[in-house]
Structures are given as structure tokens and as C-alpha cells.
């Protein structure tokens, strides 16, 4: 039995590097890019438009000379280990602790005076900027309120840095009154 476990985001990693493209075999190039395609496909029918099923985890990738240095190791044939599969679920009250309510106060105690928001900037950011979609920032389980992680309060304090008027376009946008030509996706 073979168990694979593709744990990268494969719209971030492609096998262009020529050290990969030297070390895999043609074949095998061409079996891991129609793998990644396919992930990326299931990864697309299942989110768009509904909740995520994962919590993006960002990994790099390198490939060392010596083995017993490296934290992952492939292998084929008969030599090789059997693999074993650790599934550590991360609960969303850790990844996401805050309610709106709390991400309201966060922002504002961030901002120092320097703008005070209200529960109805965040949903209009929220909309606007599709947040919904976004599971390292946002995540709805069946029952309760929506959460945020700590991410996405400190995405909106940065977009709040870069561009005083951040929450006022939002808001905006949000009404239909203006389109944010300039905005910023994720």
C-alpha cells in the first residue's frame, strides 16, 4: 500500500526549478503536474462558494544532499520506509479566537486614535474583499458566529497603514456607490 500526502498548496509550488526538473525523471515530472492539477481542481470545486475544508498550511521545499539532514526523505523501490501519517486537527478556536466583536476592539485599540471603526467596516472589508474565501482569515463553523485569526486583524491594520481612507472605500463599495479600481486582492 501507498499513501501520498500532498500537503502544499499547489497554486504556490510548481516543478519548473531546474534542480527538480534534474533530479525527477520525465515521467515522474509529469505524473506530480497532473497530480497538482487535479488537487487544485478538487480544491477548487470544493470551495468555491462553499466553506473551505482546510486551513492552508505554507511549507518550503529543498532538496539537501545528505539525507539524515533533511526533514522529509522520498524514496522508491523496496528500500524504502513504509510512511506514516500524523493528522494533528487544529481547532478554529485556536487558529481563529476572535469574534467580531472582539476584532472591532483589537482594531481599534491597534488604530490608537487614529480612526475608530465599527462592526459594519469589518463586514463591509469582509465582503468586499472576499474574506469568506479566505480560511487563514475567516472561519464559520455550522452553529456559531464567524471567527477571525489574528491574520486578519493584521491585514486590516496594514491596509488601514497603507491607505487612511481603507475602511471608508470599503464601506463604499460595500453601499455600491463607488468601484475600488486600485484594490489589493489577497
Do not use: C
Amino acid at each position: 500500500m501507498m499513501a501520498l500526502v500532498y500537503d502544499i498548496d499547489p497554486n504556490l509550488h510548481t516543478f519548473d526549478s531546474p534542480i527538480i526538473k534534474r533530479k525527477l525523471s520525465k515521467d515522474t515530472l509529469r505524473w506530480w503536474s497532473n497530480f497538482q492539477i487535479s488537487v487544485r481542481d478538487k480544491v477548487q470545486s470544493f470551495t468555491i462558494g462553499k466553506e473551505a475544508f482546510y486551513i492552508p498550511i505554507n511549507l518550503k521545499l529543498a532538496i539537501v544532499k545528505n539525507p539524515n539532514k533533511a526533514d522529509i526523505v522520498l524514496s522508491s523501490g523496496a528500500g524504502g520506509k513504509n510512511a506514516l501519517i500524523v493528522e494533528v486537527p487544529k481547532s478554529p478556536d485556536t487558529t481563529h479566537p476572535h469574534r467580531q466583536k472582539e476584532v472591532v476592539q483589537l482594531i481599534n485599540q491597534r488604530l490608537s486614535g487614529r480612526k475608530t471603526i465599527t462592526p459594519y467596516d469589518i463586514q463591509s472589508a469582509r465582503k468586499v474583499y472576499k474574506v469568506d474565501a479566505k480560511p487563514d482569515y475567516y472561519y464559520k463553523s455550522k452553529f456559531a458566529s464567524p471567527q477571525y485569526s489574528n491574520a486578519f486583524i493584521n491585514w486590516l491594520v496594514e491596509q488601514f497603514d497603507k491607505d487612511s481612507s481603507f475602511f471608508y472605500r470599503a464601506r463604499q463599495e460595500y453601499k455600491g456607490k463607488k468601484t475600488m479600481f486600485d484594490r489589493q486582492t489577497f
